[in-house]
């Protein structure tokens, strides 16, 4: 077990295919994230070389990125109605 990716804990063969939508969802949500993240700093940054901004705007900037993004991931707690309804 200490050399898995994934453990499966029950006899329910039936969780695979949910597992691997999971991953596939939290991979996707974790591109957004990274694309926002660097799209709001290069952005900034070419905003503070043209003298259009200031550092208290972009660290504002870089925490609201911040809470965008923990917000972003936070997505993956929401379970499809499919699944609930089966639980």
């Known amino acids: 077990m200490e050399a898995a990716d994934v453990v499966i804990m ?18 996707r949500i974790l591109r ?23 550092m208290w705007m972009a660290v504002f900037a870089d925490m609201g990125t911040s809470l965008i993004v923990i917000a972003n ?7 499809p109605m499919a699944i609930q309804l089966e639980g």
């Open 73 to 79: 991931g936070l997505r993956l707690l929401r379970m």
């Open 32 to 54: 957004q994230n990274i694309a926002l993240a660097l799209g709001i700093k290069a952005l900034f940054l070419v905003l503070t070389l043209a003298g259009n901004a200031t």
């Open 10 to 27: 029950n006899d329910d063969l039936m969780r695979v295919p949910e597992t691997i939508a999971l991953s596939q969802r939290t991979f």
